[in-house]
């Protein structure tokens, strides 16, 4: 018995058209009904302004005029039609419950952040539904769902009518999606999108990516800005008492070693006028003087090996400190970094190690 007053209530209020509305309205122009749309958990607020915008929309538009009969929702008038669910057979047979030739409805739902909008357009002489979106979110606080919902009703009304522009600085190859999808490379000009949400990234080779999310508006033209980092001018890196140290550290052990190479250098030189002066010419030396040759022989051998590893650890070291130093005074950091060294001192001996990139 409820259903069945409910029911005759609906067809009450859907038929109900004032003369005087009837009137005013222009006679090249389909009258259409704006039903009251199903909602969960929509703050009343929310739930005015996308009426207030739907009707403005709607009535912007030189095709349809507002009548009046927008009380029910959907669901009572396919109740009154004896149907399961609002498909275009079902809706062809309810035009004698509504004062009009067209019928939006539709539903919000909300989910903590997330408004979720359907909204349909169905016209009776066609019998087809002329629009429909279907699930279209907005995310976020208050304020941007209030933002939001002009955009949305203008995707209704006047469909993909939105554009942007996006401006990429920077990268190399940089690609570009809208909601995921990719639709170029670089700077340029997106047209014919649909108002609403949109989420605009670009992703750079080196996998380096910006996201912007926005709110499209139809005639309006915004612009998204992405800037990679070596799209940014930089001051040269002035060299710190830190970047400086393991090149004069090097440098400082390369010292050492050129030392140590002429502290041999020398002893071998001492060593060799003895040994000569020990020989003095003769084919075979006496039994007293073998000892002695043997011994400076091995202190020739000790003061050859320290020369040779003195000097050439000592110019090794020398010359990587030397680039050390020069990279940390004006390159970049990157390029410092070609080089790694690696320095122990022990209780007895001094050790290095160097390694090169390329």
Known sequence: MKRWFSGIFAMVMCTALPSAYAQEAPSDSAQVVVLRFANSEVDQAVMDRFYTELHDALEATEEMTLAPGGEVTIDDLVMMGGCSTPDEACLAGLQDFVAGERLVYGSIQRSEDVHMFSIYLFDFKTGTFLERIEEKTLRGDDAWVSRGIPAVVEHFVWGESAEVQVQVSGGVDVEVRLDGQVVGQGSQSLDGMAPGEAVISAQSQDGEQRIERVILRRGENPAVYFTFENAIDEAPAVAS??????????????????????????????????????VNGRRALAPGDVSRAEELQSQMDRAHTMRIIGFSAGGLALAAGGYLIVRAMGAEEAERNVLSWDVGVGADSVGASVRLDF
């Open 241 to 278: 008492r830190a970047s400086l140290l393991p090149g004069v550290g090097l440098a400082a052990l390369g010292v050492a070693g050129v030392v140590v190479g002429v502290v041999g250098q020398s002893q071998l030189g001492g060593l060799e006028t003895d040994a000569e002066a020990l």
